[in-house]
């Protein structure tokens, strides 16, 4: 599967939902996450997002990631059409430590 990581945390440019073709991205109040066991690895998301926020989970390191995909997409409501970016979503795309600030 592929994961949306904290880079996409007060972004939001859902770019992404609009290139799966299973639709399985899930929309929090301040990130997206994709529903790993509907996610089927095509991996045309990864490049369409401007923060690049989406990572396959065979990198190393994501498993925190994972857990909170896997945990939000039970609990969030699906998104399946763009919408404008958070504001200031372009200076916020590069600050660190977002989970930890901004995650709700
Ligand atoms: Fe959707 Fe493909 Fe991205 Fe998985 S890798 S979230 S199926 S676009
Ligand atoms: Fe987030 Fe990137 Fe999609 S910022 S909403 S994962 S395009």
Redesign the pocket.
């Known amino acids: 599967t592929y994961i949306?990581n904290d880079?996409?945390i007060k972004?939001?440019?859902?770019?992404?939902?609009e290139v799966c073709p299973v639709d399985c991205?899930y929309e929090g109040e301040n990130?997206?996450v994709i529903h790993p066991d509907e996610c089927i690895d095509c991996g045309v998301?990864e490049p369409?997002?401007?923060?690049e926020?989406?990572k396959p989970d065979t990198e190393s390191g994501l498993e925190k990631w994972l857990e909170v995909n896997a945990k939000y997409a039970e609990v969030w409501p699906n998104i399946t059409v763009k919408k404008d970016a958070m504001p200031n979503a372009d200076a916020l795309a590069t600050e660190e430590g977002k989970f930890e600030k901004y995650f709700s």
Not at 11 to 17: A, E, F, G, H, L
């Open positions: 949306v880079l996409c972004c939001k440019y859902t770019d992404c939902v991205f990130m997206l998301c369409e997002c401007p923060a926020a989406i």
